[in-house]
């Protein structure tokens, strides 16, 4: 059934082992049950300081610390197929309405509920992150976000930045991260709308989005991209996890499916006493921007919208589809116990052959698919961890609060696994320099205060709402120079397009490079060859095929290469040209409202 991709047990072994497995699974089904329960009986005593209001980030930090790892179960979000099914099996496209809700949350066992903003069918079923979606491949999806979120945010907003500017109400606009979408779909910054639709963006043209799900396979997910409230609205909850499935080619493959197959969505948030998430909403420039700053780190890491969860596992194979919907955080994830995992999907894209890795490294917005082989754990837990730095790559390294993230505890006995590890999936088609019929360059710039913070960020020297100055010619490949001369790093995100990345090239003289990129407004003045620094690298084993982020080295120039048709080299099943065209920008949310985002236009 797995075939010559799967390099699992034999299926003669198969057989026999089913049985025996059959024949044990009633024997200790009952004792495993009461051992399990046995097991997570965790004792806890810990109980919030009394309920005061006040928003002081020691109280904050005092009770993140606090805070028991581990007590709460890893939630498993409701799904909403995408999809309907004739009586005679034919797959048929649906129509989903989804709505966002302000209503309380509860991120701990021990912290009060915090308001948040949640998506879901109606305001009792919405949840943080929203409901998974599950499209096929090749049907089409159609959703009416509804928004029923009130007319204060709750947080607060700053109006220096470009932002969104409804007399009344909180603006919101969907976009279907890593999608392949019509431009009226795409959710354009600037076609944001409050409740009920009641006020709209300039931009605003449609209330039923399509998604034409025409990946073969894909883990996306969705988020807010409302114009200078992306940071805010993510952070208030408005998230969640998507996946395209096609079982033809996936039954293939043989990987875990089913309840062995799991989205994680990792966030970090901190917390007031009261239970309210905490931001430090004192801008780092305050009279510049009053509350805008560039980063937001949280000590709390959620998964699937608990604290610090944990999950029961069977000692077997699962597939974790992780999606990190952090704001700034980049996570270096690692079994604490040195157990590697295999990835085999890299932004939504099947790498060409799984990798094994000890530990691998999720830029805000990337998504990464891994198997987690629990048979292979010798204790009965095992703690994902985190050490990145942040900001990344310089900043502080994770305490012991940011660098748990989850926790799985592991069932003692061996079950029979059928779920196998394909040696490879389906090559990936190379994109060579050669085909590139148009280049760009891409400057990554921060301007700071005189106190050394930063108060925008740009591509390219222009506003978001400068005119459109890149139009590709659908169809084509383009080969892209992102030029990082700020000291930060940067995932650098392009709807619609996938890409390649080509070599990374270490630069030098930094400084003067950068006075040069000032002086001309880019640096196509300036001869970029006399900055290199050393040989070009490539991209990691683990990003080197399809990849929608990537994390742009501060220092360096990265080539990719960008294809704009599907990777398949067939043309849209829409018309991708035309207003409002498309996005490109970074994803730290931060760096993105403010204003590390400009649009393009496809031409045909
Ligand atoms: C979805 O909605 C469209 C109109 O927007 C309608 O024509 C179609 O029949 C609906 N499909 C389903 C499966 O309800
Ligand atoms: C909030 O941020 C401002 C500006 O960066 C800073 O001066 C202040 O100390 C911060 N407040 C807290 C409680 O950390
Ligand atoms: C999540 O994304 C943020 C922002 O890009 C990044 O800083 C962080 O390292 C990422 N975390 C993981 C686990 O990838
Ligand atoms: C197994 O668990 C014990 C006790 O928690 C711990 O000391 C040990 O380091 C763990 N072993 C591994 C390989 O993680
Ligand atoms: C750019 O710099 C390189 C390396 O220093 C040099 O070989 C080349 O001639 C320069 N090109 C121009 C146009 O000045
Ligand atoms: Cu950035």
Same mark, same amino acid.
């Given at each position: ?5 799967? $390099? ?46 006040? &928003? ?6 005092? /009770? ?22 004739? !009586? ?34 109606? +305001?009792?079923?919405?949840?943080? +992150?929203?409901? =998974?979606?599950?499209?096929? !491949? ?17 947080? %607060? ?30 959710? $354009? ?61 996936? =039954? ?18 901190? *917390? ?57 955080? *980049?996570?270096?994830?690692? #079994? ?11 932004? $939504?894209?099947?790498?060409? =052959? +799984? ?15 891994? %198997? ?18 942040? +900001? ?16 799985? %505890? ?50 390219? *020297? ?16 383009? #080969?892209?120079? /992102? ?8 995932? *650098?995100? &392009? ?5 390649? %990345? #080509? ?10 490079? !950068? ?51 599907? /990777? ?20 730290? #949310? ?6 590390? /985002? ?7």
């Amino acid at each position: 059934m797995s075939g010559k991709y799967c $390099s699992g047990t034999m299926p003669v072994l198969q057989y026999i082992l089913v049985n025996l497995w059959l024949l044990a699974l009633m024997v200790t089904s009952f004792m495993l049950h009461v051992l399990c329960k046995q097991m997570t009986i965790e004792t806890s005593q810990f109980s919030p300081t009394a309920n005061t209001n006040s &928003i002081d980030i020691k109280t904050s930090l005092q /009770i993140t610390e606090g805070l028991q790892r581990f007590v709460d179960k890893l939630p498993l979000m409701p799904t909403l197929k995408g999809y309907a099914t004739s !009586s005679y099996g034919k797959y048929l496209p649906a129509n989903l309405t989804i709505g966002m809700y302000m209503k309380p949350w509860k991120f701990h066992r021990d912290l009060p509920p915090s308001p948040v903003f949640a998506f879901g069918v109606s +305001p009792e079923d919405a949840t943080v +992150p929203g409901p =998974s979606i599950v499209a096929m !491949s090749g049907v089409e999806t159609y959703i009416l976000w509804e928004n029923h979120l009130p007319d204060k945010h709750i947080f %607060v907003i700053d109006k220096t930045i470009d932002v969104a500017k409804p007399s009344r109400g909180v603006p919101t606009v969907v976009h279907l991260h890593g999608a392949v979408t019509e431009p009226n779909s795409d959710g $354009s910054a600037l076609a944001w709308y409050t409740r009920d639709f009641h006020e709209k963006g300039e931009k605003w043209s449609k209330a039923v989005y399509i998604y034409h799900n025409v990946m073969t396979t894909g883990s996306m997910w969705y988020h807010d991209h409302a114009l200078g409230y992306t940071r805010l609205n993510l952070l208030a909850g408005l998230i969640g996890a998507y996946r395209i499935i096609n079982p033809e080619v996936e =039954s293939r493959f043989g990987l875990p499916h089913y309840k062995f197959d799991q989205e994680l969505v990792i966030m970090d948030r901190s *917390f007031n006493n009261n239970g309210h998430i905490y931001i430090n909403s004192t801008g780092d420039n305050p009279n510049l921007h009053p509350e805008w700053k560039p980063e937001y780190f949280g000590r709390v890491i959620i998964v699937n919208g608990k604290a610090w969860p944990y999950m029961k596992v069977q000692r077997r194979k699962y597939r974790f589809r992780i999606i990190n919907a952090s704001n700034a955080r *980049f996570f270096r994830l690692a #079994l604490n116990d040195g157990t590697g995992f295999t990835q085999i999907v890299s932004d $939504s894209f099947y790498l060409a =052959s +799984p990798i094994y890795l000890t530990s691998a490294l999720l830029a805000p917005s990337e998504t990464m698919d891994v %198997v987690i082989d629990f048979s292979k754990i010798r204790n009965q837990s095992v703690i994902l961890s985190n050490d990145a730095p942040y +900001p990344f790559p310089n900043g502080d390294m994770p305490g012991v609060a940011d660098s748990n993230v989850m926790k799985f %505890v592991v069932a003692r006995r061996n079950v029979y696994d059928s779920a196998c590890i394909p040696t490879q999936f389906e090559p990936v088609r190379k994109l060579s320099e050669e085909e590139a019929v148009t280049t760009r360059n891409i400057v990554m710039y921060e301007y700071d205060s005189w106190t050394g913070q930063p108060t925008k960020l740009l591509l390219n *020297f222009a506003n978001f709402n400068d005119p459109v100055t890149e139009f590709p010619k659908q169809g084509t490949t383009e #080969l892209w120079h /992102i030029v990082n001369i700020t000291p930060d790093n940067h995932p *650098f995100h &392009i709807h619609l397009a996938a890409f390649q %990345v #080509l070599r990374q090239q270490k630069l030098k003289n930094v400084g003067e490079l !950068s006075k040069c990129a000032v002086k001309h407004k880019g640096i196509e003045a300036c001869n970029i060859t006399s900055y290199s620094d050393g040989d070009p690298v490539g991209p990691p084993s683990n990003e080197a095929g399809w990849k929608n982020v990537f994390k742009m080295q501060p220092s360096y120039v990265t080539s990719i290469l960008v294809l704009f048709s599907t /990777i398949h080299s067939k043309p849209f099943p829409f018309d991708p040209t035309g207003d409002p065209g498309y996005v490109y920008h970074c994803h730290i #949310l931060g760096h993105e409202d403010n204003s590390m /985002i400009r649009p393009f236009v496809l031409v045909s």
